[in-house]
């Protein structure tokens, strides 16, 4: 075991529709989603024992700290089944801060690594009650399928939905040359919950996928925009371009757009390549 290395993937994820629809009386929401994977977008997190604890994130020093999820997460079982120190190098490819749940994919995968290195014999269920100590978005990323996020997010239930042999671009917007990233304690603080309006598991059902951007609306975009305006042109584009839906990822910053195929004239867009950059694309 001692030479032993697992080697686990972190997925990306998107928001099909994101409602807030109240505030409770301890300060968090109650919302409901569509949770929805990219699971060729992922983070790798590599891990073995070693003779002291530590958190390698190359390229990212300032994520190389005790407030990381990945931290939290070997915590968490450590102290469970008193776990020996580990070696853990984390390697980013999803930007933190953008809402496509990255930190929460890092913390999961890193679950299960050590329940593989150390035949802790976990399953789902139980990799579950760990995931929902870590954060809201977590549960989701123990199973990675479609499902729908309800309550405080660690609410979840199946849902028929298949985007296969559809195809996504993601982008992150940038201002002055760098990435935005989104705080989402302060895009709470500006929301407006609502809970009188059709479940989205309804809007599923009874809308095509063309008529999701009227319906099947994430609360958070029309904050960002106010923000930033210039974003509202980017989308306006995409539409133009061909996409079927585009919509803001969690609260932010991610944006992506579902086309049909492959879009080369979005590739060349110069309104796409000033405010953003591609951060994946390819077939869902």
């Known amino acids: ?55 390698t994130v190359p390229n990212h020093i300032e994520l190389e700290n005790e407030d990381n999820l990945v931290f939290k997460a070997y915590n968490l079982l450590k102290n469970k089944f008193n776990l020996p120190p580990v070696k853990i190098v984390l390697e980013k490819n999803i930007p933190y801060q953008a809402g496509l749940g990255g930190g929460s994919s890092d ?48 609410i979840l239930t199946t849902i028929n939905l298949s985007l296969e042999n559809k195809y996504i671009y993601i982008f992150l917007p940038y201002l002055n040359d760098k990435p935005i990233q989104v705080s989402t304690t302060e895009a709470y603080s500006q929301i407006k919950p609502n809970e009188f309006r059709e479940d989205i598991k309804t809007i599923i059902k009874n809308y095509p996928m063309v008529q999701w951007k009227y319906q099947l609306k994430n609360d958070f975009l029309e904050i960002f925009i106010n923000k930033y305006p210039f974003l509202y042109e980017l989308i306006e584009k995409l539409y133009e371009l061909g996409a079927i839906y585009v919509n803001l990822s969690g609260s932010g910053s991610a944006i992506f757009a579902i086309f049909d195929n492959k879009n080369k004239k979005l590739e060349y867009s110069s309104i796409i390549n000033k405010y953003c950059k591609v951060i994946y694309k390819g077939y869902l």
């Not at 075991?1 to 697992?6: E, F, G, V």
């Not at 099909?16 to 977008?41: A, E, Q």
């Not at 679950?111 to 976990?122: D, E, H, S």
């Open 107 to 154: 913390a999961v995968a890193t679950l299960k690594a050590l329940n593989k290195l150390f035949n802790l014999g976990l399953d789902a269920n139980e990799l579950l009650k760990f995931s929902i100590k870590l954060g809201s978005d977590c549960p989701f990323f123990v199973y990675a399928n479609p499902l729908i996020a309800e309550k405080q997010g660690d």
């Open 1 to 55: 075991m001692k030479d032993k290395i697992i080697i686990e993937k972190a997925p990306a994820k998107i928001n099909l529709g994101l409602f807030v629809l109240k505030k409770r009386d301890n300060g968090y929401h109650d919302i409901s989603t569509i949770m929805y994977p990219i699971n060729d977008f992922y983070d790798i997190i590599t891990i073995s024992i070693s003779e002291t604890l530590s958190l």
